[in-house]
């Protein structure tokens, strides 16, 4: 948590309320008057099952994150953005059961952004991880308030009673949590020396944690249609706004506006130039009409001249050029390892191995394009949204809008899609400044898909150089591990990056995967800030970010070790997983270290009985494994792919994955499988199918014509396997993706002897490749 940490003080005074610490803990009696900072419009019910309502009067509220009602329904509040992954379920379920709570009286509650929820970010797989222990003690210290209150009613103390389900027991009494609220008065405070000595349950009676049966609560509203996602926000009197796109992400000036032809459509009333005090948006022109039809037509109809930035003439292969400059400089950059002896181990080694593995940018192509409505109301900014990280984009929009951060509210909606673009809340900046241009007027602006896909806040390309140093007897010495590409933590949230050994703040999600868990001697790895891709776009946090390309640079690189020492793959990496030093791991987070990623690699060479099977010509088998998103909260995960290349088109087709993953206690089996499965597909999709490059200056594809992620059709079979754990739960939303592309790049050399170092890949390469061999 130390990053989080970090990241809380860089903020402004309001570092104690946002504090998700258990300090100051209160047990105590309140109305629900005071469990939301704001009132909800009733077209904002973001409780699930639709068909609940907020707590009344006399509600119990033993912590800010749960109540109780005189009725016995409990509301668990939830600050973790809903994009499919069911997370309210899943976190209900760790609080729920640390309560002894009747499941079927459970409802969440998304909340808004009073400042007492503390750090509101849903990404990096975190959501679970980093609510574990919290809602572990605020369930332990429900069930103990319950618990003495109980036994007052029953006239017994609080060592006679059980609970289970919802009740507490004392002997042949009974009586109901709602019944304790509504003819109880509980009322307890705990110190934080109190909170950590509370007895949390052993994992042999968890009941809710794992339970297959259980169902995610938002799944009717989903399948029915009633869940209200951002998109779907109406607010009396507002107008519909579409921006008209700069020529450039950054430096665009407007000229000149034309609106005559825009006039001539019904519905349209105006534009906008948007000048923006954060400079998150430049160059933005924003059309206003009655309808959102108008304002898409009235927007191609106006014409706009700009002085376009300085990277108007920017490519793809200028930045991944700029990153190979600057890996080349010894000097920049940030040292994650620098062990002793690196520079020792190349010049003394009798060999050195080097390659060069390149990844083109990725766009995040989310199902619902990005929106907002933002209006004025008594003084105070009102933005309704789906949003990823509600703490980040609230200080932008109080300085674009400048005003104090007390005076904006982000009301948040379910996600149509999410996979880290809207960790960025860029898109929200226009719509708020448009209503202050309209002295508070309700504006919803919504992106076109091209809108949306041209400033996207994509995976930047990115450049890696692995070297390794070999003895006279081929054994490995030492390691140099190097990347650059665009930060986007760099860029959007500097408060948040680590520092590396030599005391540099660094992007972690630009180079996390780097820093692997194998023994390889001594090992540095150097993290490079691609300057021009920072200049060109805004890069973002895609989908399991750096792992979805440096396991691509460090999963084929050892493979083609393996091969060069004429050594089988799998037992390889088994032999370098030994945990020794800073990869034996430790409490809470990598128990067992680099050994259980060993085990997860033993598992799934038993399950696809590796190096046994005989497949038909040009198909085969490839392994992958990884710590997943990062090292730090690893989720050991291994994958095989199998896949057959047709050597006359070069097409290579994934007919399966198999899957094994160690990702600590699974409390979500269903969500935990269908995370899996979504970021395996997504890893599948980036290394055969999707990417994207930089044209002057902007991405080239703009729709489904051109841009290309995974279809049904392109689906393989999956086998996916949770080994027992009773360790603390890492994350699972991005895992999957790290180990697919180097799996179905190894399995592709295994099939026809050919070597890829790019992703994606295409056929023309494997051709090429072909051709080579």
């Known amino acids: 948590m130390g990053r989080l940490n970090r990241f809380r003080l860089g903020k402004d005074g309001r570092r104690e309320q946002t504090t998700l610490s258990r300090r100051g803990f209160l047990v105590t009696s309140l109305g629900a008057g005071v469990m939301f900072g704001f009132a909800r419009p009733a077209s904002a019910n973001q409780i699930f099952p639709l068909d609940k309502a907020l707590p009344g009067d006399g509600a119990f509220e033993p912590t800010i994150w749960c109540s109780i009602a005189p009725d016995g329904e409990i509301t668990v509040n939830i600050i973790r953005a809903e994009m499919g992954q069911h997370i309210g379920t899943a976190l209900a379920r760790i609080i729920a059961d640390e309560m002894e709570a009747d499941w079927s009286k459970v409802r969440i509650n998304y909340v808004d952004t009073d400042p007492k929820w503390g750090l509101m970010v849903t990404g990096g797989s975190w959501s679970v991880w980093m609510t574990w222990d919290v809602f572990r003690q605020a369930g332990a210290a429900t069930r103990t308030a319950l618990v003495e209150e109980a036994a007052r009613l029953l006239g017994t103390t609080p060592d006679k009673c059980t609970v289970a389900n919802g009740i507490v027991s004392a002997g042949t009494r009974q009586i109901s949590f709602g019944d304790i609220v509504a003819k109880g008065h509980p009322s307890h405070s705990f110190t934080p020396e109190e909170m950590a000595k509370l007895p949390l349950k052993p994992a042999s009676e968890r009941r809710?944690?794992?339970?297959?049966?259980?169902?995610?609560?938002?799944?009717?509203?989903?399948?029915?249609?009633?869940?209200?996602?951002?998109?779907?926000?109406?607010?009396?009197g507002m107008v519909y706004g579409r921006p008209k796109m700069p020529p450039t992400r950054y430096g665009s000036k407007v000229r000149s506006v034309d609106d005559t032809d825009a006039k001539k459509i019904k519905g349209y009333e105006r534009y906008l130039i948007i000048e923006d005090p954060s400079e998150v948006v430049q160059g933005w022109v924003v059309v206003l009409a009655k309808t959102y039809s108008a304002a898409i037509r009235a927007a191609d109809a106006l014409k706009v001249e700009w002085t376009p930035g300085e990277t108007i003439h920017t490519s793809e292969a200028d930045i991944q050029d700029r990153g190979r400059e600057l890996i080349k400089n010894r000097d920049g950059g940030v040292y994650i390892f620098n062990d002793d002896g690196v520079d020792q181990a190349f010049s003394g080694a009798h060999t050195v191995m080097e390659q060069e593995y390149t990844c083109a940018s990725v766009l995040h192509y989310q199902l619902e394009p990005t929106n907002a409505v933002a209006f004025e109301k008594d003084g105070v900014y009102e933005i309704h949204a789906g949003n990823q990280w509600q703490s980040l984009i609230l200080p932008t929009l109080a300085k674009a809008l400048q005003v104090p951060e007390s005076k904006v509210i982000l009301r948040s909606y379910l996600l149509g899609g999410g996979f880290g673009r809207r960790l960025n809340g860029d898109y929200m900046i226009p719509a708020a400044l448009a209503s202050k241009a309209l002295g508070g007027k309700p504006v919803k602006l919504i992106l076109t898909r091209s809108d949306d896909m041209q400033f996207d806040s994509f995976r930047s390309p990115s450049v890696q150089r692995v070297r390794m140093a070999f003895d006279g007897s081929d054994k490995i010495t030492g390691m140099d591990y190097q990347a650059a590409a665009g930060w986007p933590t760099g860029v959007m949230a500097q408060a948040f990056m680590e520092k590396g050994v030599d005391g540099k703040p660094y992007d972690q999600f630009a180079i996390a995967g780097g820093d692997h868990w194998y023994e390889v001697g001594a090992f540095r790895v150097r993290a490079l800030r691609n300057d021009l891709a920072e200049k060109t776009f805004r890069p973002g946090w895609l989908r399991s970010v750096s792992p979805g390309w440096t396991s691509w640079g460090i999963e084929c690189f050892l493979d083609e070790v393996a091969h060069r020492q004429k050594k089988d793959p799998a037992q390889f990496r088994l032999d370098l997983l030994t945990a020794q030093g800073r990869n034996k791991g430790e409490a809470p987070d990598s128990v067992g270290g680099a050994l259980r990623q060993a085990a997860v690699v033993r598992?799934?060479?038993?399950?696809?009985?590796?190096?046994?099977?005989?497949?038909?010509?040009?198909?085969?088998?490839?392994?992958?494994?990884?710590?997943?998103?990062?090292?730090?909260?690893?989720?050991?995960?291994?994958?095989?792919?199998?896949?057959?290349?047709?050597?006359?088109?070069?097409?290579?087709?994934?007919?399966?994955?198999?899957?094994?993953?160690d990702a600590g206690t699974v409390v979500d089996p269903d969500g935990a499988r269908a995370q899996t499965e979504g970021a395996a597909l997504w890893g599948l999709s980036m290394v055969l199918f999707e990417n994207t490059e930089i044209v002057n200056g902007m991405p080239v594809d703009r729709n489904l014509n051109t841009y290309t992620p995974l279809r049904i059709a392109d689906t393989p079979e999956m086998d996916i396997e949770f080994l027992p754990s009773t360790e603390k739960p890492m994350g699972l939303g991005e895992p999957g993706t790290t180990v697919v592309g180097p799996a179905i790049g190894n399995a592709i050399f295994n099939a026809v002897g050919v070597r890829l170092r790019h992703m994606p890949v295409r056929p023309a390469d494997v051709l090429r490749g072909l051709q080579g061999s």
């Open 208 to 236: 809710l944690i794992g339970n297959a049966e259980i169902k995610a609560l938002d799944i009717p509203a989903k399948t029915n249609g009633t869940a209200i996602y951002g998109i779907d926000v109406k607010v009396e």
């Open 603 to 661: 598992r799934l060479m038993e399950k696809v009985n590796w190096g046994k099977t005989t497949l038909p010509k040009d198909t085969a088998l490839g392994l992958a494994t990884t710590a997943g998103q990062e090292r730090g909260m690893p989720t050991w995960i291994g994958c095989v792919a199998q896949v057959h290349v047709d050597r006359s088109t070069g097409v290579v087709t994934c007919q399966k994955l198999t899957i094994v993953v």
